[in-house]
T-cell receptor, first 113, second 116 residues
Framework: KAGVTQTPRYLIKTRGQQVTLSCSPISGHRSVSWYQQTPGQGLQFLFEYFSETQRNKGNFPGRFSGRQFSNSRSEMNVSTLELGDSALYLC????????????FGDGTRLSIL | AQSVTQLDSQVPVFEEAPVELRCNYSSSVSVYLFWYVQYPNQGLQLLLKYLSGSTLVKGINGFEAEFNKSQTSFHLRKPSVHISDTAEYFCAVSAGYGGATNKLIFGTGTLLAVQP
């Protein structure tokens, strides 16, 4: 069974640009969550989608948005990029509703110049 | 609100020695606890989980953890470590809002550095 796939693995952008990251969950998983990992702030929850609906949202500015498609694939978008958005963005999928173990992808490393 | 504290940012240990990585949590509701491992340039891999039942949980790669409700702890242990266990380890708690979310709250991580 294929794991969680995140594309691209690496991305370099400049300040002010926008970026879209993609996540394909494990087949059959309906819940997708996104996390930001930085050396200073650690792992922080961005948002969670279940059956195309945003179920939970972390404490991030509105520049961070996401969506989930009918096949459970998810994208997250960051607009007006700032230097502080440089991070590893991790996607995780779960089989169903709450408190399920999450399976993580290898992440997208976003660098802002 | 839930929170997780990992007291040790780094734990050096010699190969074949035992190790314990500490994790304390705070929660006003039922807790679901997890340990994840992250190798360089990779995502997080689930080591073990506590959802209910036996307080001693066994995971992959010879790791185990014990859920202690009175001490609000979920420490990770391995009786004999290998060089390949060198990685960052994260303790996490799930919100547990009656099953309404899979959101995880992570600790700051512990770097396990195994020396030959």
């Amino acid at each position: 069974k294929a794991g969680v796939t995140q594309t691209p693995r690496y991305l370099i952008k400049t300040r002010g640009q926008q970026v879209t990251l993609s996540c394909s969950p494990i087949s059959g998983h309906r819940s997708v969550s996104w996390y930001q990992q930085t050396p200073g702030q650690g792992l922080q929850f961005l948002f969670e989608y279940f059956s195309e609906t945003q179920r939970n949202k972390g404490n991030f500015p509105g520049r961070f948005s996401g969506r989930q498609f009918s096949n459970s694939r998810s994208e997250m978008n960051v607009s007006t990029l700032e230097l502080g958005d440089s991070a590893l963005y991790l996607c995780a999928s779960s089989l169903d509703s709450g408190n399920q173990p999450q399976h993580f992808g290898d992440g997208t490393r976003l660098s802002i110049l | 609100a839930q929170s997780v504290t990992q007291l040790d940012s780094q734990v050096p240990v010699f190969e074949e020695a035992p190790v314990e990585l500490r994790c304390n949590y705070s929660s006003s509701v039922s807790v679901y606890l997890f340990w994840y491992v992250q190798y360089p340039n990779q995502g997080l891999q689930l080591l073990l989980k506590y959802l209910s039942g036996s307080t001693l949980v066994k995971g992959i790669n010879g790791f185990e953890a014990e859920f202690n409700k009175s001490q609000t702890s979920f420490h990770l242990r391995k009786p004999s470590v290998h060089i390949s266990d060198t990685a960052e380890y994260f303790c996490a708690v799930s919100a547990g809002y009656g099953g309404a979310t899979n959101k995880l709250i992570f600790g700051t991580g512990t770097l396990l550095a195994v020396q030959p």
